[in-house]
């Protein structure tokens, strides 16, 4: 049984980075045109956040998903159970940061355009 739980566990941090990049992002609007230097500090800093924002969401992910085992095989154990409550929290908190990671320069963009 706990060959196959860690099986199905592996398959699936596997399978997280292809959802993750399969998102392609749209064109840019009609008669958009970008200066070399705005398109260089932009990629760099987009690189790094989105690469930042994409650990985040992985180990999150990861995190809530060994909460949900540790909760299935407690057993009823106190110790496994506190354990399981503290990952997925955890796992909830860096769902929150990476998810606010996409979400800030956009907000940020939306404030300096007003």
């Known amino acids: 049984m706990k060959k196959n739980s860690y099986l199905v566990f592996l398959v699936l941090i596997i399978s997280i980075p292809r959802l993750v990049l399969a998102f392609e992002p749209p064109p840019p609007p009609p008669g958009f045109v970008e200066t070399a230097s705005q398109s260089t500090l932009t990629n760099i800093v987009n690189g790094v956040v989105g ?5 985040f969401l992985a180990g999150s992910l990861v995190a809530m998903f060994y909460a949900g085992y540790l909760f299935l095989s407690s057993g009823g154990e106190v110790e496994k159970i506190t354990t399981a409550r503290r990952n997925l929290i955890w796992g909830l908190v860096g ?3 990476g ?9 940020i963009k939306i404030f300096l355009q007003q």
């Open 51 to 55: 690469f930042l924002a994409t650990l």
């Open 99 to 107: 998810l606010s990671a996409y979400v800030a320069p956009e907000l």
């Open 95 to 97: 769902l929150l940061v």
